[in-house]
């Protein structure tokens, strides 16, 4: 891993302009750093001498989904977040070698830049992917600094529980760059939308703004190289669940229980594989996006497992 020092932005080089206001507000926080050959956009707020919290986020959006949740968190916490390879703001290459092990070292680089030792985590969808590689790597005593915790919302922990999209399925495939081109807004908002909860699905000016930050840098166009990851899980698995069964710092798991993706029924799994699980929060009418849909709930439950690591709901 390259040990280099974040790049410094001035505000030519912060230039994006957006239609929505809250991608402004959310892209003014932040700024472009050099991992790893890359420029990734990077967020780090808060009293530097509070606990610090590290945020990944998942496919196919951006750091963008805890801007709801930001300024609970930050009250009380240091939280550190980017943008990962081919999301949000940051860099978006066309090629199809993005692998969950790359954005792990991107995470460990950022953590490290900004002279972090120890920190929790919180990830969700592609995230909990990274977190579970990063994790192996506490395991395996050659990952940076030292974790306090980690909570995983919903998310593919486990492959054969992990319920694809038909458009994910489809990116997956040999014609995906093809369905990257004929791929709209109007698609997008459908398969999006399946995923929340009835009564918490996105509005019209909500989903317009993730399309938006999805498609910065012509973003969509990376959509089947990213998808990719769900090969990693599959290659990965033993040492991905041997990594919840063996974590060496408290676990919690949030979830929203009627996500069609990875709901109710992965907590199911998660406790038949007898993984690690030191708090459960399940959200009975939430979906996919639980720090989106229900933000204030899952702070909520989040800030109760840091503060109680031990109780379980």
């Avoid at 300024?71 to 969950?100: A, E, H, Q």
């Avoid at 089947?224 to 069964?245: C, E, F, G, P």
Wanted: charged share 20%.
């Amino acid at each position: 891993m390259n040990d280099q020092s974040p790049r410094p932005s001035s505000p030519s080089e912060l230039s994006l302009t957006f239609k929505h206001a809250p991608l402004t507000q959310w892209y003014s926080r932040g700024t472009m750093s050099q991992l790893n050959g890359n420029d990734i956009f990077t967020i780090d707020e808060g009293d530097p001498d509070k606990p610090v919290l590290v945020l990944i986020h998942g496919f196919p959006t951006s750091s963008y989904d805890w801007h709801a949740m930001w300024s609970s968190l930050r009250t009380n916490y240091r939280v550190l977040c980017i943008d990962m390879l081919g999301f949000g703001f940051s860099d978006k290459p066309n090629r199809r070698d993005y692998t969950i092990h790359q954005q792990a070292d991107l995470i460990e680089q950022h953590i490290q830049q900004q002279g972090v030792k120890e920190f929790h985590v919180l990830a969700h969808d592609y995230g909990v992917s990274v977190a579970q590689e990063l994790i192996a790597r506490q395991i395996d005593q050659r990952g940076y600094g030292r974790w306090l915790s980690c909570c995983f919302l919903n998310g593919g922990l486990f492959p054969e529980t992990h319920q694809a999209l038909l458009i994910q399925k489809l990116l997956l495939g040999r014609t995906g760059f093809l369905v990257n081109k004929l791929l709209g807004f109007k698609p997008f908002a459908k398969s999006f939308s399946s995923v929340f909860g009835d009564k918490t699905k996105p509005n019209e000016h909500e989903l317009r703004t993730f399309w938006e930050v999805i498609n910065v840098h012509d973003g969509k166009h990376v959509f089947s190289n990213l998808i990719t990851y769900m090969h990693d899980r599959k290659t990965h698995r033993t040492r991905w669940v041997h990594a919840l069964q063996n974590a060496p710092m408290p676990v919690s798991l949030i979830n929203g229980s009627v996500d069609p993706v990875s709901g109710k029924h992965l907590v199911t799994r998660y406790k038949q594989l007898e993984c690690r699980l030191d708090h459960l929060c399940e959200l009975s009418d939430i979906g996919h996006y639980p720090h989106v849909e229900a933000p204030e709930q899952v702070a909520c439950a989040y800030l109760d497992f840091l503060l109680n690591k031990t109780t379980v709901s």
